[in-house]
Every structure is written in structure tokens, then in C-alpha cells.
């Protein structure tokens, strides 16, 4: 059985892009995909929480309740300071890119020897 050898330049060029735009993708969506997770089980390890108390204590599901809004409440906390994060790391980008624009802007508005 033969392998096949021949390349095509087009197709590999085509390939690396799309590779390249998911992988750019994938590094956008991954602070909001770890918060995601992070927010879910926050409040999953609270009511598991309180459900085995409830279990080892015996009672209703009041531990339950109160874990649930525990987790809540520590999942809100969470969202608004990664939302902060966020917000000045997407704050510290664009001026980052505005100072590069300005520089670009001046450089080609010099004078040329």
C-alpha cells in the first residue's frame, strides 16, 4: 500500500487558518467557559453540602436550602469580581491598541527625509 505523498500548498494554507482562527477562538471563550464551570460548581459543592448535612444529621432538606443559597450568594460574588477582571483586562487592551494606532498615526504623518 502507497502512501501519498503529494501536498497541496492551497489546502495546507487553507488548514492552518482554520486551525489558527479556532484556536483564536478557543483562547476568547476560555475565561467564560472556566467562570461558567467555576459559577456551577460553587453552588453544586454548597448543596452537596448541605444535603450531607442533612443526611447526617437527619433533618428536612433545610441544610440543603441553606447551602443552595450560600452557594448563590458566593456565586455572585464571584461573577461580579471576575466581571470586574474582566472588564479592565478588556479596558487595558483597547488602550493598549489605541496607544499603538496613535504611534502608527504619527509615524506616517512625519515628514520623510
Known amino acids: 500500500m502507497a502512501k501519498n ?10 488548514t492552518n487558518a482554520e486551525s489558527g482562527a479556532w484556536q483564536q ?27 450531607g448535612l442533612d443526611v447526617w444529621l437527619d433533618t428536612g432538606p433545610v ?12 456565586m455572585f460574588m ?6 470586574k477582571d474582566l472588564n479592565e483586562k ?4 483597547r488602550k493598549a491598541a489605541a496607544e499603538r494606532r496613535e504611534a502608527a498615526d504619527a509615524k506616517e504623518s ?4
Not at 512625519?110 to 527625509?113: E, F, T, V
Open 90 to 93: 478588556a479596558d487595558r487592551a
Open 5 to 14: 505523498t503529494d501536498t497541496n500548498a492551497e489546502t495546507n494554507v487553507d
Open 78 to 83: 464571584v461573577l461580579i469580581r471576575a466581571t
Open 63 to 74: 441544610f440543603m436550602l441553606i447551602g443552595g443559597g450560600v452557594g448563590l450568594t458566593v
Open 110 to 113: 512625519s515628514p520623510k527625509d
Open 25 to 51: 477562538a478557543m483562547g476568547d471563550a476560555g475565561p467564560y467557559v472556566g467562570l461558567g464551570l467555576q459559577m456551577g460548581l460553587t453552588v453544586a459543592f454548597y448543596l452537596l453540602a448541605g444535603l
